[in-house]
């Protein structure tokens, strides 16, 4: 299969090493396409796709994985979200001019979160401080803290494509921390224009051509968003039917956006009425004596 838009395994025959490289072409597009980004901004925001579809694949789940970084500087919040399906979609909001190449430069103060939406158990968050020199730095701070597990990311994206590499010690294998060494040094001595542009099979030869490293068959990735009319339904419904009537006080009908895709949901007064129908209580009937 193409290394655009793809997804690919590949295991270091002999050490407890597994990696995974992502490429997002037509899927990265489709994001840039819905909100106008400035560049440090969508730089940003396609490192997060690229990682939180590595980090999807590190799991063993049917969901979605979602990576958020909440912040006080200039870019204040990102979303970035991966499925079992390998679909993604994600977004941001900034204020200001975004400038600067650390994160307290984009970000200032503030934290990542990692929630694994599960489809068989509850939700699972896991928090870390937004720190260090990149985004990949600020995942690996996470893994280093709750993983227990050797974890190193190389993320990169321009207007173009965004591209990931991961590294992860394998938890049920002996580990030898020269291998690691080994791998990790062979590993960081990737450029992003190789990162972005070399094919897969090439790209793993150029690395680590002294290693034994079987590269498994690459998954189509894909811009997919979630929402539906049924699930601004459901949302209407929790908000309530006093709040929702308030709304068609001051409006003729209730108009709901998706970020991620832009779509526009319109409820007007029937679709409302409809809605909420069996939470309406009818006056008593009153029988003639």
């Not at 007064?269 to 003639?288: H, N, W």
Request: charged share 25%; net charge negative; hydrophobic share 40%.
């Amino acid at each position: 299969m193409s290394d655009f838009d793809s997804f690919q395994r590949f295991l270091f025959e002999d050490l407890g090493i597994r990696g995974e490289l992502v490429r997002l072409d037509s899927s990265w597009q489709a994001v840039l396409e819905r909100h106008s980004y400035p560049p440090a901004v969508s730089s940003q925001l396609g490192q997060a796709l690229a990682a939180v579809l590595l980090l999807s694949a590190t799991i063993k789940f049917r969901g979605s994985l979602i990576l958020q970084a909440q912040a006080r500087g200039p870019l204040h919040t990102l979303v970035a979200q991966a499925t079992h399906q390998r679909t993604i979609r994600g977004l941001a909001h900034w204020n200001g001019e975004v400038t600067g190449e650390t994160l307290s430069d984009i970000y200032g103060p503030g934290h990542l979160v990692l929630t694994v939406r599960n489809d068989d158990s509850e939700p699972y968050q896991g928090i870390v401080a937004l720190e260090g020199d990149d985004l990949a730095g600020a995942i690996q701070t996470y893994f280093s803290r709750s993983e227990q597990l050797a974890t190193r990311l190389w993320l990169t994206a321009d207007e173009q494509r965004a591209a990931g590499l991961l590294i992860q010690e394998l938890p049920t294998q002996a580990r030898d921390r020269d291998d690691w060494a080994r791998v990790e040094f062979l590993a960081d001595t990737i450029t992003p224009a190789e990162l972005l542009h070399l094919p897969g099979q090439e790209l793993l030869y150029r690395l680590f051509n002294e290693e034994r490293v079987r590269l498994f068959d690459s998954e189509p990735v894909a811009f997919r968003c979630g929402c539906s009319r049924e699930r601004i339904e459901s949302v209407l419904l929790a908000m309530g039917n006093q709040e929702v009537e308030s709304i068609l006080e001051k409006e003729d009908s209730v108009e709901v956006f998706c970020e991620f895709c832009n779509r526009r949901y319109l409820f007007d007064r029937v679709d409302i009425g409809g809605l909420f129908a069996d939470q309406i209580k009818l006056p008593p009937s009153t029988t003639r004596q």
